[in-house]
């Protein structure tokens, strides 16, 4: 199994009995094409403010950000008490050991009485913030096969099946090619504070809400004529992403075949409040 790190903060003096625990995750998404010349991954370039290199980011501040709150409360003279940091290192890959490896790190960890869980986002730098509600995810990883191998599309085009064509008629079940909203079946109720809080974070943020994120020019983003839609939308439905594919070579490299199979992983973000063994049923 990867490694599961716990670092133990003993209790101060006239700290009270409270057991925490800090929760975060040390590995990170998978890094993608796309770099500048003489940019990559994994080798560091410092140019102007700015260094480049691992990408895709994520949670590398939940050490440091425990570390920083306790210290501050050292500095200060505040009780502290009995603080337990647990980093998960597979956390990217879905967690497949992490119960068995919490059960074996348990006299470690203790038995806490409060969980904050360092994985989330923030709205802005100003203040500090909680989730109030988080998405979940159901992957599945579909190959639609017809020849048993590629062919030469002026030999076979119109008698043997195009598999991308099925692959795009499958995916179009599960959610609206020109909406991108998703099937019915994954749609929950929403909860009673769910749009009052997202009428709240519009009049705060307004479109700042999306152009943080940049777009080429003449995209828009999604239902940015109605930004309490676009925060439910963002917080409280489904949304389909195709994360990865197989059976596709490099356009650059592609012949005329029509080609044996064609495969995609499927992500589909979660309402909160949606059993995830029923989505995935659902979907299959």
């Known amino acids: 199994m990867t490694p599961l790190i716990v670092y133990v903060v003993e209790k101060s003096e006239h700290a009270k009995d409270t057991q925490l625990m800090f929760y975060g995750h040390l ?36 050490p440091f950000s425990t570390m920083l709150a306790i210290k501050n409360a050292q500095v200060q003279g505040v009780p502290v008490p009995r603080c337990a940091l647990v980093l998960e290192t597979e956390e990217e890959s879905g967690s497949p050991n992490l119960i068995d490896l919490l059960n074996a790190a348990k006299s470690f960890i203790g038995e806490p009485d409060y969980l904050f869980c360092l994985d989330s986002g923030a709205f802005d730098y100003s203040q500090l913030w909680l989730t109030s509600s988080l998405r979940g995810i159901s992957l599945h990883d579909m190959t639609v096969s017809a020849a048993k191998s590629g062919y030469h599309s002026g030999e076979v085009g119109g008698i043997v099946p195009e598999t991308f064509r099925v692959v795009r008629e499958l995916l179009n079940r599960l959610d609206d090619p020109l909406t991108g909203k998703c099937m019915k079946e994954l749609e929950t109720e929403l909860p009673a504070y769910a ?55 490099h356009y650059t490299k592609a012949g005329n075949v029509i080609r044996a199979s064609t495969s995609v992983r499927v992500s589909m973000r979660l309402p909160p409040n949606m059993d995830a063994s029923k989505a995935a049923h659902v979907i299959k």
Do not use: F
């Open 27 to 62: 590995d990170k998404q998978p890094w993608m094409d796309g770099w500048d010349e003489g940019l990559s991954p994994c080798d560091p370039v410092i140019r102007g403010d700015y260094m480049y290199g691992r990408g895709s980011s994520d949670d590398g501040y939940a």
């Open 195 to 249: 749009r009052p809080e997202a009428e709240r974070m519009v009049k705060l943020a307004g479109h700042g809400m999306c152009k943080k994120y940049k777009m080429h020019e003449g995209v828009k983003y999604c239902s940015e004529e109605d930004l309490v839609e676009m925060y439910l939308n963002n917080t409280w439905r489904a949304n389909l992403a195709i994360t990865g594919a197989g059976g596709l070579p």
